[in-house]
């Protein structure tokens, strides 16, 4: 069981930048594919970013793409996600999830964090 606990959601301007890290329980780390997804009030949860194993390679939603950046750091069992020039359509809470192998669905969900940004 992989516990994964959120941290640097918060409050900024439009324009702003923030940094959310995501650490996990699990010692082997480095076997689980991680992602970063988002969940706006009244809507369902939506992709947003995700990262191999190794940190290779990376895929980011459509809309969000040239603004965030996914990253790992193995030897801290942390995975981050660099959110730059942030819109008001960014607001949602933001989770991250772990998956073993290749497959869809993710196996291991953080609680969220909130990330609010004004206009």
Same mark, same amino acid.
């Given at each position: 069981?992989?516990?994964?606990?959120?941290?640097?959601?918060?409050?900024?301007? @439009?324009?702003?930048?923030?940094?959310?890290?995501?650490? =996990?329980?699990?010692?082997?780390?480095?076997?689980?594919?991680?992602?970063w997804?988002?969940?706006?009030?009244?809507?369902?949860?939506?992709?947003? @970013? =995700?990262?191999?194993?190794?940190?290779?390679?990376?895929?980011?939603?459509?809309?969000?793409?040239?603004?965030?950046?996914?990253?790992?750091?193995? @030897?801290?069992?942390?995975v981050?996600?660099?959110?730059?020039?942030?819109?008001?359509?960014?607001? =949602?809470?933001?989770?991250? =999830?772990?998956?073993?192998?290749?497959?869809?669905?993710?196996?291991?969900?953080?609680?969220?964090?909130?990330?609010t940004?004004?206009s």
């Amino acid at each position: 069981q992989v516990q994964l606990v959120e941290s640097g959601g918060g409050l900024v301007q @439009a324009g702003g930048s923030l940094r959310l890290s995501c650490a =996990a329980s699990e010692r082997a780390f480095s076997s689980y594919s991680m992602g970063w997804f988002r969940q706006a009030p009244g809507k369902g949860r939506e992709f947003v @970013a =995700a990262i191999s194993r190794t940190g290779g390679s990376t895929y980011n939603a459509d809309s969000v793409k040239g603004r965030f950046t996914i990253s790992r750091d193995n @030897a801290k069992n942390t995975v981050y996600l660099q959110m730059n020039s942030l819109k008001p359509e960014d607001t =949602a809470v933001y989770y991250c =999830a772990a998956k073993v192998g290749a497959k869809d669905k993710y196996d291991y969900w953080g609680q969220g964090t909130q990330v609010t940004v004004s206009s």
